[in-house]
Every structure is written in C-alpha cells, then in structure tokens.
C-alpha cells in the first residue's frame, strides 16, 4: 500500500522560505516521478512542480519558477518542495502526488493515483 505523508507547513511571513517534505513507503521510490499539487479554498488544485524518478529534470508552473526549488534523496525515499520569496497567493494545502505508473511523469493530476494528506502552509496577513 502506497503512503505519502508530507510535512514541514506552517505560518510564514510573506517573502519568507518554508521547505516540505514528503516521505514515500510502498513504492520503489526511484522508479516513479514525483509531484508536489496545492488547492487553496475555493480554487481547483493547481500544478506546482514535478521532478523524474532520477531527480535529472524538474518541472514548475509558472506562479512558482524562480522561487520553489523540488529535489528529492532517492536513498531516504523523500521528496523535497524548498519555498523561498513566499507570498500570500501561496497560501494553500500542498500536497505531494505519485503517478499511477512508473518511469512516467505529467503535468495534470488527473494521472496521479497517490496522494498525501497535505499540509498547510498559510502565509501571514
């Protein structure tokens, strides 16, 4: 049974940094893509990046390039979402996703079967 348990939300003060975690069982982590998604309240979830099986190529949507870095330790079965500049259209629930299939990677979560519960990140007023 694949699990994904993300942490490392919180409250931030805009232009600040927050780095997440997502740690993976049940999979063999580094033969599937991994992505990180967030939906804020009453918004559709949004693509945030996306990082290949190897950690050769990432992927970002456009509100995030420049100021979210996603790395991953194969050996410690985890991925990373590092936030720097944050700012209050960031606020949402981040959640990290796996495919349903392995050596794939997209960009749209309608192909992601695996999911973490979220974690909160909430940026200041």
């Known amino acids: 049974q694949v699990e994904l348990v993300e942490s490392g939300g919180g409250l931030v003060q805009a232009g600040g940094s927050l780095r997440l975690s997502c740690s993976a069982s049940g999979l063999t982590f580094n033969e599937y893509a991994m992505a990180w998604f967030r939906q804020a309240p009453g918004r559709e979830r949004e693509f945030v990046a996306a990082i290949t099986w190897s950690g050769g190529n990432t992927y970002y949507g456009d509100s995030v390039k420049g100021r979210f870095t996603i790395s991953r330790d194969n050996a410690k079965d985890t991925v990373y979402l590092q936030m720097h500049d944050l700012k209050p259209e960031d606020t949402a629930v981040y959640y990290c996703?796996?495919?349903?299939?392995?050596?794939?990677?997209?960009?749209?979560?309608?192909?992601?079967?695996?999911w973490g519960q979220g974690t909160q990140v909430t940026l200041a007023a």
């Open positions: 996703a796996a495919p349903d299939r392995r050596y794939y990677l997209a960009l749209t979560d309608p192909h992601y079967d695996y």
